[in-house]
């Protein structure tokens, strides 16, 4: 069983994914799971209870020893559909603020582009959702985590928030006039703080051991610059702090560089077993590995989630740091990542300033003692004035792992960086260039590396987009800011490509063919789609509104 899969020694240490004992650990979860009783493990643990869980699990003991502990998948089917239903958790809504034509769409002159942004102001709709009553009423038969506020989901299987794909899908509703609902999912975020103390990676129970890119400094920022609510500033910032101050206290490392130590940030979110929503990929994963190393594995798969790259090269190697496709040689908690650091650093400087903003000086200073302390970290570890980009950095061998990622980009994105020093935008552009990274009009893809995961070549992804182009035109140099046009205007055509010809958005896209949807990984692609749209919103009104 998985459990057996565990030394007890790792099982005392170790909390387990949550304490519900259908939904993150046991026997029933095992069983389900490895029966493949669904395409997707994802459906499983999505389903809500007909009962409640203590029932649920006596029928379970039953049910095995009818079966002598060896039920067939016809059986474990029989069994989820007498016990667990699907939906019934969510409901549809239209938010009092939308409004299918606002005021940004007067702006763009263009024809095309504005029957794009037009479409896709039209899509939200389509994704809003609010929780139905019975999931407050009875929250242990359900995996979905109770909030009050309508939100806006990513599409598809993804039926639940996220946290960084919010990031845009504010920004997104910002853009649209949606200045409401964009507060409401903010509030339902300070819920989960003021509940658990961070943010986890989404809004179900098998997520809660586990966050993702923290991001939610910078949404509110840019919710309180478009609104200047303050007053909701002034009721929230402390919850601002508790989360950051989760990661200060979860996710601090220490680096060795040129013989000092210096404290950064990485992904190593620590619970037993497999990842719940992919329990049978994981287990799979494990499997060749003695008792003694599995733990280990499951952790590392654990902290690609949480990085929102699951899964991908840029975590996948061996002892020498060589990247390879074998999802078991994961080593994510050895990588020192540029992109986590970067927006911890800009999670920090906003909420500096946002503390200004309520005249907390002393907080404020606080925080941005640790924002230089992190930006000159980040520039020791990471930068390369060689090959001019920044470069994750291998904790175990002491290297930096010089591959090309978008998130190489990221200090340019938040500003971590000397901003004084217009050289470096150029130098990029150069490292760009030179890594042929601008021959692509589907979109920069993650890596150059061809693996079958998703998190890799040739898959573009909308966040990715982001960081490049907007990374780009913030670094000041003239060069960068013209590539960052040039790759944001491509962006949208192949966006309006896909659109036209299938209708839907997508989560990620193929960067050597312009519009088509990217594939790869542990799921089928998912159209929707809420980053994919906030970034395009994004892009349009930057580089085609007067
Ligand atoms: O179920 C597998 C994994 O699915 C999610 O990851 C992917 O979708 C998320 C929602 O769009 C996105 O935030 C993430 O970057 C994608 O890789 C989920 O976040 C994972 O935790 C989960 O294991």
Not at 8 to 24: A, E, F, N, R, V
Not at 97 to 105: G, H, K, M, R
Not at 157 to 168: A, G, H, N, P, Q
Request: charged fraction near 25%; include cysteine.
């Amino acid at each position: 069983s998985s459990l057996s899969s565990l030394s007890s020694q790792q099982q005392k240490q170790l909390p387990p994914t949550c304490d519900s004992k259908i939904y993150c650990q046991g026997n029933l979860l095992h069983t389900v799971q490895m029966a493949e009783v669904f395409p997707d493990s994802k459906s499983f643990v999505d389903m809500h209870m007909k009962m409640d869980p203590e029932e649920i699990l006596k029928d379970f003991d039953v049910f095995m020893d009818e079966h002598k502990g060896e039920p067939s998948k016809d059986d474990v089917k029989k069994f989820v559909t007498d016990h667990f239903d699907s939906g019934n958790e969510l409901s549809e809504w239209t938010p009092n603020d939308y409004n299918p034509e606002p005021e940004f769409l007067k702006d763009i002159n263009d024809t095309d582009m504005h029957k794009f942004a037009k479409d896709l102001v039209g899509v939200w709709p389509k994704l809003t959702r609010i929780m139905k009553p019975e999931v407050r009423e009875h929250p242990e038969r359900y995996s979905i985590l109770p909030v009050t506020e309508g939100f806006i989901i990513p599409g598809g299987r993804f039926k639940e928030t996220y946290y960084w794909d919010t990031y845009w899908i504010i920004k997104g509703l910002l853009i649209s006039g949606m200045h409401e609902t964009a507060r409401g999912m903010l509030d339902n975020f300070v819920t989960l703080i003021k509940e658990y103390g961070f943010i986890p990676n989404g809004f179900r129970k098998y997520y809660l051991k586990r966050s993702q890119p923290p991001l939610f400094t910078p949404m509110v920022k840019s919710y309180i610059d478009a609104t200047e609510d303050v007053a909701w500033l002034k009721d929230n910032i402390q919850y601002l702090d508790a989360e950051l101050q989760y990661w200060v206290d979860n996710k601090m490392v220490s680096v060795k560089k040129n013989k000092m130590t210096l404290k950064m940030f990485n992904y190593k979110p620590e619970s037993l077993g497999p990842r719940p929503e992919s329990y049978r990929e994981d287990y799979l994963t494990v499997d060749h590995f003695p008792e003694s190393e599995k733990q280990r594995v499951y952790t590392d798969l654990k902290g690609g989630a949480e990085s929102g790259w699951d899964y991908t090269t840029r975590w996948i190697f061996d002892a020498e740091g060589t990247p390879n496709s074998n999802l078991s040689d994961i080593h994510t908690s050895r990588s020192i990542p540029v992109d986590l650091n970067s927006f911890l650093y800009r999670a920090f400087s906003d909420l500096s300033k946002m503390y200004l903003k309520t005249h907390q000086l002393d907080k404020s200073k606080k925080w941005l003692e640790r924002a230089i302390k992190l930006k000159t970290a980040i520039s020791l570890v990471f930068w390369n004035s060689d090959d001019g980009i920044w470069y994750d950095f291998d904790n175990v061998l002491g290297i930096q792992r010089k591959y090309f990622w978008p998130s190489n980009l990221a200090p340019l994105w938040t500003g971590a960086f000397n901003t004084l020093n217009k050289n470096i935008g150029d130098k990029v552009v150069d490292y760009l260039e030179k890594n042929k990274v601008f021959q692509y009009c589907g979109g920069t893809p993650a890596s150059l590396i061809r693996s079958g995961e998703q998190w890799d070549f040739p898959n573009a992804w909308p966040p990715l987009q982001a960081i490049m182009v907007q990374g780009l035109q913030k670094s000041g140099s003239e060069k960068a800011k013209k590539k960052a046009e040039e790759l944001a205007t491509a962006w949208l055509h192949a966006n309006i490509v896909g659109f036209t010809e299938t209708g839907e958005m997508f989560e990620k896209y193929d960067a050597e063919v312009p519009g088509q949807y990217g594939g790869g990984g542990e799921y089928t692609v998912q159209s929707g789609f809420g980053w994919t749209n906030g970034v395009a919103l994004e892009f349009i009104k930057e580089y085609y509104t007067h």
